[in-house]
C-alpha cells in the first residue's frame, strides 16, 4: 500500500449519521492533515494534527492520530448532504521533505438527505 | 478573494502543443507548490518553488515540464509537446512557510486546472 491511504474507498451515510474514515501510512511523519475536495474543485484544508497529538477537534470533526500503527481515523458527526465530498488524508516525511505532502486516493463520502 | 488562483480552470490543447498554467499564490504567501491528479488518483507532488528559486522538482518530469515562480507575478506551470498522458487535474498551493517540524503550516490549494489534450 501506498503512503497516506484510505478506507473505505466509498462510502454512502444517511443525513444524520456518524462517517468515519481511516488513513494508513508508512514512514515517520511531522503531522497528517485531513482535505476535502468537493467534486471539480480544489482542496480544502479541514484539519492538521501533529505527530505528538493523539485527537482534534474542530466543529463536527474529530481526528485521532496513532503513530505506533502508523493511522489516522476523521469523524463527521451528524453528517450532513453538504459534507458530500472525497476526503483525502495527507502526511509529510519527518525523515525527508516536509513540505512535500503525499496523498492517499482519498474515499468518496455520500450523504444521503 | 484572498484565496489561490489557478487559470484557467479547463484547458485543451491538442498533442505537440504547448500548456501554460498560471498560479498566484494566497496573500502573504511566498512559497508555491504544484501537484498532478490523475482521475480517481490522490494528489502526486510535482515541484516547490519559492520567489525566483527552484527548491525541489523531484516529482516533475525532467523532459517537456518546467515550473518557474518569478519576482513578479505569477508562478507558472509550463508543458511543451503535450501528450495524451497529460491530461490530468494540475493544482497549485501555498503556504507562508513550508513545513518545520511542530510549526508547520497546512498549504492551501487552489481549485486547479483541468487539462485535456485531444
Known amino acids: 500500500s501506498q503512503q497516506g491511504e484510505e478506507d473505505p474507498q466509498a462510502l454512502s451515510i444517511q443525513e444524520g449519521e456518524n462517517a468515519t474514515m481511516n488513513c494508513s501510512y508508512k514512514?515517520?511523519?511531522?503531522?497528517l492533515q485531513w482535505y476535502r475536495q468537493n467534486s471539480g474543485r480544489g482542496l480544502v484544508h479541514l484539519i492538521l494534527?501533529?505527530?505528538?497529538?493523539r485527537e482534534k477537534h474542530s466543529g463536527r470533526l474529530r481526528v485521532t492520530l496513532d503513530t505506533s500503527k502508523k493511522s489516522s481515523s476523521l469523524l463527521i458527526t451528524a453528517s450532513r448532504a453538504a459534507d458530500t465530498a472525497s476526503y483525502f488524508c495527507a502526511t509529510d516525511n519527518s525523515g525527508g521533505s516536509n513540505y512535500k505532502l503525499t496523498f492517499g486516493k482519498g474515499t468518496l463520502l455520500t450523504v444521503n438527505p | 478573494n484572498a484565496g489561490v488562483m489557478q487559470n484557467p480552470r479547463h484547458l485543451v490543447r491538442r498533442r505537440g502543443q504547448e500548456a501554460r498554467l498560471r498560479c498566484s499564490p494566497m496573500?502573504?504567501?511566498?512559497?508555491v507548490y504544484w501537484y498532478r491528479q490523475l482521475p480517481e488518483e490522490g494528489l502526486k507532488f510535482m515541484v516547490y518553488l519559492q520567489k525566483e528559486n527552484i527548491i525541489d522538482e523531484s516529482g516533475m518530469p525532467k523532459e517537456r515540464f518546467s515550473a518557474e515562480f518569478p519576482k513578479e507575478g505569477p508562478s507558472i506551470l509550463r508543458i511543451q509537446q503535450v501528450v495524451r498522458g497529460d491530461s490530468a487535474a494540475y493544482f497549485c498551493?501555498?503556504?507562508?512557510?513550508?513545513?518545520?517540524?511542530?510549526?508547520?503550516?497546512?498549504?492551501?490549494f487552489g481549485d486547479g486546472t483541468r487539462l485535456s489534450i485531444l
Open positions: 514512514t515517520s511523519i511531522n503531522n
Open positions: 494534527i501533529r505527530s505528538n497529538e
Open positions: 496573500k502573504g504567501h511566498s512559497h
Open positions: 498551493a501555498s503556504s507562508p512557510v513550508p513545513g518545520q517540524g511542530f510549526s508547520n503550516q497546512p498549504q492551501h
